[in-house]
């Protein structure tokens, strides 16, 4: 079986071959049944509590084997968090900034190149990114092989989905898939459609066109773009989450504090264990039970290796 590092590159290769393909005149494709497997027998998900971030997020990777199993020297990588929502930290409804900068502080100390922050933001991006602190949070790094980017509309690419359930063609952000590295930092939170949002709806952020139109079956929606965008290390933020009013929010005595982080290169399994935060089991949730269906990872519990 291909690791999480070989299917990226696999994927990448094939939008380069899909893409010379268009170059004559046809669609460019990702053949879906053609990948290899995303799913580990036993993946590894570490799960570690605390009310220091920075420390926090430095535990619970190196739990998995540190940064350095995921980030090679000379990498280009993309860290995704939520920054849909013009709401502050105490809200719960973007990623917490800290998070993120103690990731990307990670990524440099393993030698990332470059480490490019974006998303595709559902109010003003410029709001935000500010409102979120997550500008102020990567601008005190101060490191020119980071930048804190708005989503540039002219870099999405229209690929034909071989394979897929719901969709046969979407519009995705090629600097997410062209990328060497990408680090999936959804926050957990209620959904008022997908009952959770977590790694697979975060997900959302690297896509184009009209993504209302996924709400419609989002399960398989989500799934067949999450086969497509593979995350090599999805880390979801539980510092604080929002238990109702979601993806939003806006009340503070909607929000609770678990103190805690998860994080694996299983989308899925890091997904269902979070759903045990909200008193779900992971079969509550649509998506993660599509995905697991799929092939995509691991929602069994008794499946995956504790680190």
């Known amino acids: 079986m291909m690791t999480c590092m070989d299917r990226r590159a696999f994927i990448r290769q094939s939008l380069r071959t899909a893409l010379a393909v268009a170059a004559t005149g ?6 879906l049944l053609a990948l290899p497997a995303h799913a580990a027998a036993q993946p590894p998900l570490a799960v570690r509590k ?13 739990a998995l084997g540190g ?23 105490e809200m719960a409804a973007n990623t917490h900034p800290d998070v993120v900068a103690s990731l990307v502080n990670l990524c440099l100390e393993a030698g990332a190149r470059q480490v490019r922050i ?20 990567v601008e ?25 359930r719901t969709f046969d063609r979407w519009e995705f952000y090629r600097p997410a898939i062209e990328a060497d590295r990408l680090i999936n930092v959804p926050i957990a939170k209620h959904h008022s459609i997908s009952g959770l949002t977590l ?32 995350a090599d290390l999805t880390v979801v933020d539980a510092t604080r989450i929002l238990v109702a009013n979601g993806p939003q929010g806006g009340r503070i005595e ?26 779900f089991a992971p079969e509550d949730i649509p998506t993660i039970v599509a995905a697991a269906r799929r092939g995509l ?7 995956m290796q504790m680190v």
């Open 140 to 164: 005190k790094i101060a490191s020119e092989r980071v930048s804190l980017e708005y989503v540039d509309p002219r870099a999405y690419q229209e690929l034909a989905i071989h394979g897929g």
């Open 67 to 89: 940064m350095n199993r995921f980030v090679h020297q000379g990498d280009i990588v993309v860290i995704k968090p939520n920054i849909g929502w013009d709401r502050t930290v």
């Open 50 to 62: 605390g009310a220091d971030i920075p420390i926090l997020v430095r535990e619970t990777i190196g």
């Open 199 to 230: 790694g697979m709806k975060n997900l959302m952020g690297v896509l184009g066109g009209n993504r209302g139109r996924l709400h419609a079956n989002i399960a398989e929606s989500l799934t067949d773009m999450a086969s497509v965008i593979h």
């Open 118 to 137: 974006f998303d595709r933001s559902c109010n003003d991006e410029r709001r935000c990114y500010t409102r979120s602190g997550i500008r102020a949070a």
């Open 254 to 279: 909607d929000v609770r504090n678990p103190q805690t982080l998860i994080a694996s290169p299983d989308i899925v399994a890091a997904d269902a264990y979070a759903a045990t935060l909200f008193n």
């Open 297 to 303: 990872g691991v929602m069994d519990l008794k499946r």
């Open 26 to 31: 046809g669609l460019p494709a990702i053949d």
